[in-house]
Each structure stands twice: as structure tokens, then as C-alpha cells.
């Protein structure tokens, strides 16, 4: 018996990295599976090809799975929306949405082209709504649905040089927030994974110092994409139905439940502020409290286990 017996559920990305191991992971586990990938490259500027999706799919049927390939860009709502429509139309339903899908188009900000901003946007932002949005009123209709959806640190903490990507990851964890209070009486769930794994899209990033040749070696060899969908199928499967409306990171064989922002410290002033008292006195109080502002390396600054 598996956890996704007898549940159908689509992968978008699904032809590499994560995707393709939860996949893969999601059809060991009993689950019909919609492969979906545009076969298209980490930067989103070419126009893609069905085959990489269709080979995923192909291997989950030659091991004994069920599965349909889709090679629809998750940028188009119609596109999403003939997702669902074939899990439907294959497989009789649809109970989960894994959607990892992404590209990178790394620069710094004041050098970052609009183009670059609006690409990375539209994929990660635009396509998580489209997923979602396609996929929400036919889990509220059934009482039952589980979205897995992809932050990343560079959001929640920052990495340099990833404005666009972080700007849309930390919109996705916004928006899986609402959907899951939104959902809670209907048995539509959402959550959100910040992955540590490596992948084509993370073998882009330039290596520049030997620091960062020591940290891409550790990616490499600690921590993997089959790691990160251990946690994302069982987020998605209904033994975690009590789950819904919080971010994880998944790092090697590390799970962390992440924080939410909450005030962490609070000040008044009975005559009210003026700049300079906000300056002398509430900020320098607050001072202690505050963030420094270190990359994800600052605060994962240990080898995963």
C-alpha cells in the first residue's frame, strides 16, 4: 500500500530535477501521475519540446505506474486549466498539484533587464496562481485537495543577485497562505517547500570564489533532488490532512519547519512619533532585534546531514 493510492496528482517540471523525483516517487507511492514540462531550457528562452516529459512518463509506466506526459507552459492559464482537464479526462480525477516548475535569470538588481524581471515572474508567480487557480474549485467541489508549491530561501532570507526569483518565491508563499485559510473547510490544502537540491537551475549559478566552489560542491553531493520529494509527496498525500498553510525547508535529509512573520517586538509613545524620536529612540530600541542582512549561507551554515 502506498500513500497516494488510488489519487491522481500532476507534477509540473516534471521532467528534471525535483519535479521528475516527485514524480517518479509520487507513482512508487500508488499515484496516477500527469507529467507535465514545457522541455524547456533553465532560462525559459527557447520554446520547448514534448520529449523530456514524455520520457519521464514513459519510465513510470515501464516500471508498472500509470502516467500521461504534458508539455503545457504553466505561464498560460489555459494551459493550466488543460492540465486538470486531462488529469480528469485520463485518470477520472485529480488530488494533488506538485508544482516545482521554474527558471533562473540571475543579476543584480540595478542590472537586472525588465525582461529578465518579468520571465522569472511570470513562471514561478504567474504559473503557481494559474496551478493553483485551474486546479481550486474542483478540489472545493470534492472536499479534497493538496497543493505542494516551491518557495526558496533566496526569499525568505536573500541571496544576491535574485531580486526577480525572490520577489516571486516569497509571492508564492504568500499566496499558498490564503489558499489554505480559504480552504480549510473544504479539505483544500496548501503548502510551501524551500528546496536545497541540485539541479540544472542551481548549476547555473556562477561559481566565483572558492567559497562558492565549496558550497556548490556541497549541493552536489549532500543534497539531492529525491530528498526534497520524500517531503513533497508526503505533503501531498491524505495522510497529511492536517497539514496546510506552512513553509519548509527541505535540506539533505534535514526537515525545518520555518517561521511566519509575527511581531517579535513592539514600542509606543503615549504623545505619538515624530522622525526624530522614531530615529533616537524606537529604532535604536529596536535595533538588537533586527535582521542583519546575511544570504542563506548565514544562517544554513552547516553541512546538511
Known amino acids: 500500500?502506498?500513500?497516494?493510492?488510488?489519487?491522481?496528482?500532476?507534477?509540473?517540471?516534471?521532467?528534471?530535477?525535483?519535479?521528475?523525483?516527485?514524480?517518479?516517487?509520487?507513482a512508487r507511492e500508488g499515484a496516477k501521475v500527469v507529467v507535465n514540462d514545457l522541455g524547456g531550457s533553465v532560462k525559459g528562452d527557447d520554446s520547448g519540446s514534448a520529449g523530456p516529459a514524455q520520457l519521464v512518463a514513459d519510465e513510470i509506466t515501464a516500471a508498472g505506474g500509470e502516467a500521461?506526459?504534458?508539455?503545457?507552459?504553466?505561464?498560460?492559464?489555459?494551459?493550466?486549466?488543460?492540465?486538470?482537464?486531462?488529469?480528469?479526462?485520463?485518470?477520472?480525477?485529480?488530488?494533488?498539484?506538485?508544482?516545482?516548475?521554474?527558471?533562473?535569470?540571475?543579476?543584480?538588481?540595478?542590472?537586472?533587464?525588465?525582461?529578465d524581471w518579468h520571465a522569472v515572474i511570470d513562471v514561478h508567480l504567474t504559473g503557481t496562481y494559474n496551478m493553483t487557480k485551474a486546479a481550486v474549485?474542483?478540489?472545493?467541489?470534492?472536499?479534497?485537495?493538496?497543493?505542494?508549491?516551491?518557495?526558496?530561501?533566496?526569499?525568505?532570507?536573500?541571496?544576491?543577485?535574485?531580486?526577480?526569483?525572490?520577489?516571486?518565491?516569497?509571492?508564492?508563499a504568500g499566496l499558498s497562505r490564503i489558499v489554505a485559510m480559504e480552504g480549510v473547510n473544504k479539505n483544500v490544502r496548501s503548502n510551501v517547500i524551500a528546496p536545497f537540491a541540485w539541479t540544472r537551475m542551481i548549476a547555473t549559478i556562477p561559481v566565483k570564489d572558492e567559497a562558492s566552489a565549496e558550497r556548490v560542491d556541497r549541493m552536489k553531493n549532500m543534497m539531492r533532488a529525491d530528498q526534497v520529494a520524500q517531503l513533497a509527496v508526503g505533503l501531498a498525500a491524505p495522510g497529511s490532512d492536517d497539514v496546510s498553510g506552512q513553509i519548509f525547508v527541505a535540506r539533505g535529509n534535514e526537515i525545518f519547519l520555518m517561521s511566519q512573520p509575527r511581531p517579535i517586538r513592539g514600542i509606543g509613545k503615549i504623545e505619538g512619533w515624530t522622525p526624530e524620536t522614531v530615529i533616537n529612540h524606537a529604532l535604536k530600541a529596536m535595533k538588537p532585534d533586527m535582521y542583519e542582512l546575511g544570504a542563506t549561507t548565514s544562517v544554513f551554515g552547516w553541512d546538511p546531514i
Open 68 to 115: 500521461v506526459s504534458n508539455s503545457d507552459s504553466v505561464t498560460d492559464m489555459n494551459g493550466a486549466k488543460a492540465m486538470v482537464e486531462q488529469a480528469l479526462d485520463t485518470f477520472g480525477g485529480l488530488h494533488a498539484v506538485i508544482s516545482p516548475a521554474g527558471i533562473l535569470r540571475d543579476k543584480i538588481f540595478h542590472k537586472m533587464a525588465d525582461e
Open 137 to 172: 474549485n474542483h478540489f472545493r467541489e470534492q472536499e479534497e485537495g493538496s497543493f505542494v508549491l516551491f518557495t526558496s530561501t533566496s526569499g525568505l532570507i536573500g541571496n544576491v543577485g535574485q531580486a526577480n526569483y525572490a520577489a516571486a518565491k516569497m509571492g508564492i
Open 1 to 26: 500500500m502506498g500513500q497516494m493510492d488510488g489519487k491522481t496528482v500532476i507534477v509540473t517540471g516534471g521532467a528534471g530535477g525535483i519535479g521528475k523525483e516527485c514524480a517518479l516517487l509520487a
